[in-house]
């Protein structure tokens, strides 16, 4: 009897050990396992995916208009960035195509080489040759009404980038205002001053604004590009009128 109490003690003893170790084998497994996912770093997500991430957390309402501004403002700048090149005329060269064609052929060839030339300039060039024959002060009236049209030509449709650049700031500051007062309405619903109940609200305002900001920039880099630009296509054609001037009145002597 005494042997057999013996041997019910021992197998106790030997289950009990092997549960224990069972159970201290999983903790420290759990234990290695925690700290080895608190050591691996956070999937980084890349430019795209945090810009998108972002602009969700931005709302769609106030960031969709300032998206639209971005949009439009871009279209626009490309647009007026290829006219404006496209206008680009080689100034010294076509002055002396001009003035070749006028001592070898005449009004006629001088007016077959605007024709054949792209370019506000050229066009200008066209209008002065062709008043010619109602004398010098009808051609020079002539070049300068014509410098007008092709000078509201190469400035169309700016102001609307200017528009985009006030506008989407604006809109960014107003998104941030309305989150903000939705911030202080749910701390007066709760009651209770908890920083977690306001921090999304917050974060949301003020990525309105940041992103309103950005799109300001990128507009305002175009935007002073293709006032450049205008400004030096305005030159050159005050610069070729005058020598197509000159030009004119020699022809008449």
């Known amino acids: ?40 770093p956070a999937e980084e997500l890349s430019f795209h995916q945090s810009l998108k991430k972002r602009f969700i957390e931005g709302g769609p309402g106030f960031m969709g208009i300032v998206l639209l501004c971005l949009i439009l403002g871009l279209a626009i700048a490309i647009e007026r960035i290829i006219f404006l090149n496209l206008s680009t005329t080689n100034t010294k060269k076509l002055t002396q195509s001009v003035d070749d064609a006028l001592s ?18 050229a066009s200008i060039f066209y209008q002065g040759l062709d008043r010619i024959d109602e ?20 400035e169309k449709n700016v102001s609307w980038i200017s528009l985009f650049i006030a506008l989407a700031p604006m809109l960014g500051f107003m998104g941030t205002v309305i989150g903000m007062i ?12 908890n920083p977690s109940l306001v921090a999304g609200g917050i974060k949301v305002a003020l990525l309105t604004t940041v992103f309103g900001l ?3 920039i990128i507009l305002q880099i175009f935007y002073n590009y293709i006032i450049a630009k205008i400004d030096s296509i305005v030159n050159d054609m005050e610069d070729a009128s005058i020598t197509l001037m000159d030009l004119l009145i020699r022809q008449k002597k």
């Open 214 to 216: 950005v799109v300001a």
């Open 104 to 121: 070898s052929g005449g009004l006629e060839a001088a007016k077959e080489v605007c024709r054949n030339t792209k370019g506000p300039i």
């Open 182 to 193: 939705q911030a202080f309405d749910k701390i007066e619903a709760a009651g209770d001053m």
């Open 1 to 40: 009897m005494k042997r057999l109490f013996s041997i019910l003690a021992l197998s106790g003893m030997m289950a009990f050990g092997t549960v224990s170790a069972t159970t201290t084998s999983t903790a420290a497994t759990t234990v290695v396992s925690t700290i080895q996912a608190e050591e691996e």
């Open 135 to 154: 004398g010098v002060d009808a051609a020079e009236k002539a070049v300068v009404a014509y410098g007008g049209v092709q000078m509201g030509q190469l």
